[in-house]
T-cell receptor, first 115, second 115 residues
Framework: AQSVSQHNHHVILSEAASLELGCNYSYGGTVNLFWYVQYPGQHLQLLLKYFSGDPLVKGIKGFEAEFIKSKFSFNLRKPSVQWSDTAEYFCAVNGRDTGRRALTFGSGTRLQVQP | AAGVIQSPRHLIKEKRETATLKCYPIPRHDTVYWYQQGPGQDPQFLISFYEKMQSDKGSIPDRFSAQQFSDYHSELNMSSLELGDSALYFC??????????????FGPGTRLTVT
């Protein structure tokens, strides 16, 4: 069974600090990887995605993530966070080869950015 | 751009009542997914439909059923509601026929409160 682990449950940063959120997955096949953001009271929005090719992917709002296949990791980074980045961040995975298209989410990381 | 539409946005029901949640996917999207997000939890996959047929099943209780109609909208029917069913129910849609990327777009969710 596939699973996703997000090691940081709650992160507090000051504005302009750098961000890295960890995500590791367990899956017996080829995967698609996603990071979603959920602002307070809102729905999930796609930040970025990895399907194939360059393992460093860039998303919206200055976020990027790096897929390291040997480590089964897909960490999210941002060089300088803003107060408006306060939200919950979910890493998610689905399978490319099994046809299991439903997303499996990590437990989420709540990011709080202090002005 | 058109997004996923869910109705109602909020629903309050009593124990043992029934509820019907509706989801209207992005135009031309052929796949609908239902997820349940309990308070402070990550979204859990319930069920999905591709071209009006059930394509995958997750942790959906037997008290729940769903279907996708000819216009691709989907309905989640919930019976004998329990307090534990109180959650945010997300619908997501994707264009599966377009390739293996399986990118899902989420709706705003229906917040169900069972009293």
């Amino acid at each position: 069974a596939q699973s996703v682990s997000q090691h940081n449950h709650h992160v507090i940063l000051s504005e302009a600090a750098s961000l890295e959120l960890g995500c590791n997955y367990s899956y017996g096949g080829t995967v698609n990887l996603f990071w979603y953001v959920q602002y307070p009271g809102q729905h999930l929005q796609l930040l970025l995605k990895y399907f194939s090719g360059d393992p460093l992917v860039k998303g919206i709002k200055g976020f990027e993530a790096e897929f390291i296949k040997s480590k089964f990791s897909f960490n999210l980074r941002k060089p300088s966070v803003q107060w408006s980045d306060t939200a919950e961040y979910f890493c998610a995975v689905n399978g490319r080869d099994t046809g299991r298209r439903a997303l499996t989410f990590g437990s989420g990381t709540r990011l709080q950015v202090q002005p | 751009a058109a997004g996923v539409i869910q109705s109602p946005r909020h629903l309050i029901k009593e124990k043992r009542e029934t509820a019907t949640l509706k989801c209207y996917p992005i135009p031309r999207h052929d796949t609908v997914y239902w997820y349940q997000q309990g308070p402070g939890q990550d979204p859990q996959f319930l069920i999905s439909f591709y071209e009006k047929m059930q394509s995958d099943k997750g942790s959906i209780p037997d008290r729940f059923s769903a279907q996708q109609f000819s216009d691709y909208h989907s309905e989640l029917n919930m019976s004998s509601l329990e307090l534990g069913d109180s959650a945010l129910y997300f619908c997501a849609s994707s264009f599966q026929s377009g390739g293996p990327t399986y990118e899902q777009y989420f709706g705003p969710g229906t917040r169900l409160t069972v009293t």
